[in-house]
């Protein structure tokens, strides 16, 4: 059976971007999807900086968050990197973990997103997003009505409140592996056979073995 699915739900007052999902729509969704969109500081990073007198000298970037970018490219999805910063340091992490697509200096994601379609080709239905700010917010409303989205567990509540699936772990400490793992898992249950079989119910016959 189905089962209603919004892992943010033991939140109280949470406001959502979309209605909970069916499992079934969570497998249909991560069964389609050929991009995960992922913001920068606070998501792959936990959000700190380092500066010298020259300016930013480093951020701290977690090895099993590069893990999932590698097991969502033999999955065939591939990942980019959207954030509102320019940083030489983002640009050389991407470079390592061979994402073509880096976006930097975005202010407004939300007005990014379709160009973003554009140049990649593909369609919303295809894109998930991870993002921990207010920032995140307009282009997760895009995202949240066809793909799918999450928030580190230490996001801001506003983001936490919106997501299909909260991380359980912070940004810069896995937060991105977790959610690469949720969704690879529900694209191996898409691929079972009948993973998306409706049961219909006959209510004039009683399944116990009488009548109604």
Same mark, same amino acid.
Request: glycine content about 10%; overall charge neutral; charged content about 30%.
């Given at each position: ?37 992922? %913001? ?5 990073? %936990? ?18 968050d590069g893990m999932g970018v590698e097991r969502l490219r033999e999955d065939g999805v591939?990942?980019?990197?959207? +954030? ?19 976006? &930097? ?6 007005? !990014?997103?379709? !160009? ?9 239905? &295809?894109?998930?997003? =991870? ?18 989205? !999450? ?8 983001v936490l409140r919106a997501v299909h699936y909260r991380c359980a772990r912070g940004g ?10 949720? =969704?690879?898992?529900?694209? &191996? ?7 998306? %079989?409706?049961?219909?119910? %006959?209510? +004039? ?8």
């Amino acid at each position: 059976m189905d089962r209603v699915v919004r892992l943010a739900d033991d939140m109280d007052g949470v406001v959502a971007l979309t209605p909970p999902l069916l499992e079934r729509e969570l497998r249909a969704r991560a069964a389609r999807l050929r991009l995960v969109l992922s %913001d920068v500081d606070g998501t792959l990073t %936990d959000g700190g900086v380092f500066y010298s007198e020259r300016g930013e000298a480093m951020k701290r970037f977690s090895m099993r968050d590069g893990m999932g970018v590698e097991r969502l490219r033999e999955d065939g999805v591939e990942t980019a990197l959207v +954030t509102r910063e320019t940083s030489a340091i983002v640009a050389r992490r991407a470079e390592k973990l061979r994402i073509r697509r880096l976006y &930097q200096g975005v202010v407004d994601k939300e007005s !990014a997103f379709s !160009a973003i379609l554009a140049e990649t080709g593909y369609d919303a239905s &295809q894109v998930a997003y =991870i993002g921990d700010d207010v920032n995140d917010l307009g282009i997760m409303s895009l995202v949240a009505r066809r793909g799918l989205i !999450a928030a580190p567990l230490d996001a801001v509540s506003p983001v936490l409140r919106a997501v299909h699936y909260r991380c359980a772990r912070g940004g810069g400490g896995g937060a991105f592996r977790d959610f690469a793992e949720w =969704i690879l898992e529900l694209r &191996q249950l898409a691929r079972r056979p009948h993973a998306f %079989d409706v049961r219909l119910v %006959d209510p +004039t016959i009683d399944e116990t073995g009488g009548m109604p």
